[in-house]
């Protein structure tokens, strides 16, 4: 008689769980709709663990840093109250060229619908309490979920300028790709000469407008935006600021520093996907 | 002489009451239990332990969301740390369960680096069997190796479904640096991971 040997416990379920993890993925692969609800499924209960950890962190950091800088407080305070100074005559400054502006776009009959559409938007504040599980991708976890208002392909930003847009939500947290990932395209133009391109993400902090016509003028230090192109992100929000130019075959290429400084990203700004769709639809 | 008599009465009855004492412990109670049927108690301690486990994977994975840039695989550290203590069973379960949250952390496919985790960590569980592993050599050899593999196989998994990482150079010195980080923090997580847990090689 011939003895079968019957595979054990410890071989068994390393390869069920390892052939689960492969249909885990070719489902994700095929249908990357319903993996990103699954995937803010299991974000869910992970997030308020991490905002608490995130809120602990930066209290104690913010803590340590109040400590480091307690000797320069009176000169800190001093130039504080003159930028304050400076600031409010700017206010006022702006506030009458606006008025004057205003006057000129009525004498000239010019409708003001993406300014009246932008100001009854909604940018829904929100902070970062998490970054990348891995070293390889460029995003982090924000404290706002659908159940704030926030969707897939929403814009974030900070007041320096275009962060990225959301990814994944989940009810309570959403996962933003950084425009410093390679997978995140944005249309943008040269402010100066009005020259189009796609800014992505080099990894090391900085990005590269690509498809850049090789008559296109542009500098170093000239400033990019959003060109509004595709869809995702509105015109005009500001990227960076070119750092050197090459020609790659019959293109032109520019490295682009952000001027957001992602390293200290803490808290951004999410834009409502309803102002974009109804500028679309316009 | 009635003294050395009583003496070894009393041993005697010592060392049947001891012998009573460990029969009780290594039988399970089956006093209210049909004919042939062995209830299969979990001790107090293991529950314990598997607790405190469950508590420093999930620390592991929010502390690696906490750390900006090119950061160590933690989670790929609980998991040899399971294969080495627990076996590859173990090490299948933590890498699957951890590497599921890892991935709907980040920007990867669903099932990526739970694939590569319990892949490497049933590998590790399997092959680090026979060795002594509270040799500090051992341990770095180990995380650097399968850190290694683990990352390569990551990009391989990220080729192969066309979900490539960012950045079109420099993939190998990210995989170096992770390797290293692991490497370094080893034989420190490994140690205090032990101390929570109380798993023995």
Known sequence: M?????PSREVIVPVALALS????????YRHENSAGHAAGLMLTPLSPLERATSSVSRHTTDWIHGLISLGRFPRESRELRQ??????????????????VAELRELLGFTERFQSRRSLSRALGAEVIGRDS???????LIDKGHAHGTRVDSPVLTHEGLVGRVTRTSRSSSQV??????????GALVERSRAVGVVRGMGKGLCEMAYLSPRADIKVDDSIVSSGLGGVYPKGLRIGKITSVTRDGYMQKATVEPWVDFSRLEKVLVLEQKRRNEEIGE | MIVRKRQTRWRRRARR??????QNLRRPRQMDMPLGEVRRTVPQSTIRSHAVWFLIVL????????????????VLLAVLFAAMHRGPCSAAITGFVAGMFQDA?????????AFCAVVVGSVTGFLTHHFYRERIAFQFITAFVATIFAQLMFLGLGWITQHHPPGNNGHMAIVARVALWNTVLAPLLFAAMRRLTGWKT
């Open chain 1, 2 to 6: 011939r003895s079968q040997a019957r």
């Open chain 1, 21 to 28: 993890c492969l249909v885990t993925i070719t489902l994700s």
């Open chain 1, 83 to 100: 930028e304050i100074a400076n600031l409010g005559a700017e206010v006022e400054r702006s506030r009458q060229l606006e008025r004057e």
């Open chain 1, 134 to 140: 891995s070293s390889w991708y460029r995003t982090v």
């Open chain 1, 177 to 186: 790709m950084l425009i410093l990932d390679e997978q995140s395209g944005v």
């Open chain 2, 17 to 22: 009451l001891r012998g009573l004492r460990m």
């Open chain 2, 59 to 74: 620390g592991l994975l929010i502390a690696q969301a906490m750390i900006k840039g090119v950061k160590p695989d933690l």
């Open chain 2, 105 to 113: 952390h980040s920007a990867s496919l669903l099932g990526t680096h």
